[in-house]
Nanobody, 123 residues
Framework: QVQLVESGGGLVQSGGSLRLSCAAS????????MGWFRQAPGKEREFVVA????????NYADSVKGRFTISRDNAKNTVYLQMNSLNTEDTAVYYC????????????????WGQGTQVTVSS
């Protein structure tokens, strides 16, 4: 079992930045892929980015490339999502997720989920 707890969400103006954190606890943490998904009001949850267990490989959604950066600190069992140049379309609940195995972007392959943290970008 893996437990995930997100933090760092909040309200920010368009063009601003936020950094989300996801603290993981449980077994097999050194082998897990960590990902971020988001769900905007009235929309389905979508993939944002994922990082492999070593931190050397990442996979970004086109919508956030060049603006968001994922990183992880395995000593602290924490993954981070640095979000820059935020716009109103980034408003959503952001979820941290984890899986064992390869770097995938489909939601159905992630077994463990956090409770989500709200990010609101005002114009």
């Amino acid at each position: 079992q893996v437990q995930l707890v997100e933090s760092g969400g909040g309200l920010v103006q368009s063009g601003g930045s936020l950094r989300l954190s996801c603290a993981a606890s449980g077994r097999f943490l050194s082998t897990i892929v960590m990902g971020w998904f988001r769900q905007a009001p009235g929309k389905e949850r979508e993939f944002v980015v994922a990082i492999n267990s070593s931190g050397r490989s990442t996979n970004y959604a086109d919508s956030v490339k060049g603006r968001f950066t994922i990183s992880r600190d395995n000593a602290k069992n924490t993954v981070y999502l640095q979000m820059n140049s935020l716009n109103t379309e980034d408003t959503a609940v952001y979820y941290c997720a984890a899986r064992q195995g390869s770097l995938l972007s489909m939601e159905k392959y992630y077994y463990y989920w956090g409770q989500g943290t709200q990010v609101t970008v005002s114009s």
